[in-house]
């Protein structure tokens, strides 16, 4: 089982050896983070059947971008993912929130 730590360093490491960091300014990576969404979504188009090993690799792709986009900021993605859902903490209280899908500038 790997761990964040060492997945991390096994796609730095194939990033590295095939000299593609360069490649991975935020902008582009960001992007690339769109197209894998947009392609894992399209696992679910025109029908509620799907195929799950598919989605699984293009939740991969998506994953592996979003931590490559982490390496390029110098971010933590848990410390501020934990820090946002402390904010979501705030802005959907469960009193307010619990089984609603409205936003929370519409939550009554």
């Not at 060492?6 to 490491?13: A, G, P, R, S």
């Not at 848990?78 to 929130?97: G, S, W």
């Amino acid at each position: 089982m790997t761990d964040l730590k060492q997945l991390k360093q096994k796609i730095h490491d194939f990033n590295e050896e095939r000299d593609w960091m360069q490649f991975h300014s935020p902008q582009n990576l960001a992007k690339s983070i769109a197209i894998e969404a947009g392609e894992l979504l399209e696992c679910f188009q025109w029908s509620e059947d799907f195929d799950k090993e598919a989605v699984c690799e293009e939740m991969a792709d998506v994953y592996t971008y979003l931590l490559d986009l982490s390496e390029a900021l110098g971010v933590d993605l848990i410390e501020i993912t934990d820090r946002k859902m402390d904010k979501n903490a705030l802005k959907y209280p469960v009193d307010k929130a619990r089984g609603s899908s409205v936003k929370y500038d519409k939550l009554k």
